[in-house]
Nanobody
Framework: QVQLVESGGGLVQAGGSLRLSCAAS????????MGWFRQAPGKERDLVAA????????YYADSVKGRFTISRDNAKNTVYLQMNSLKPEDTAVYYC?????????????????WGQGTQVTVSS
């Protein structure tokens, strides 16, 4: 069982930045693919960004390319999502997810463990 705890959410004005962190309890985080998903009210939970266990390959949704960056520090068992140039449409609950495989997967069903989520609100 892997516990995931997100932090770093909050209220920010459009154009601002936030950095989300996801602390994982896994012994060897490098064996896990990690993803950040988000869910706005009344919408599906969608993948925002994903990263391989080794950190050498990433995926971004088209809506965040060039603005968001996913990274990981396996020594600290932590994954990050740097969010720049935030827009009101980025407002959502952001969830960290993990799965015990190094392969990059971009569908929700490819992640076994989930955090509780952190709220990000971008005001116009």
């Amino acid at each position: 069982q892997v516990q995931l705890v997100e932090s770093g959410g909050g209220l920010v004005q459009a154009g601002g930045s936030l950095r989300l962190s996801c602390a994982a309890s896994a012994r060897t985080l490098s064996s896990y693919r990690m993803g950040w998903f988000r869910q706005a009210p009344g919408k599906e939970r969608d993948l925002v960004a994903a990263i391989r266990g080794s950190g050498d390959s990433t995926y971004y949704a088209d809506s965040v390319k060039g603005r968001f960056t996913i990274s990981r520090d396996n020594a600290k068992n932590t994954v990050y999502l740097q969010m720049n140039s935030l827009k009101p449409e980025d407002t959502a609950v952001y969830y960290c997810a993990a799965d015990p495989s190094n392969l990059l997967v971009v569908v929700r069903g490819g992640y076994k463990y989930w955090g509780q989520g952190t709220q990000v609100t971008v005001s116009s």
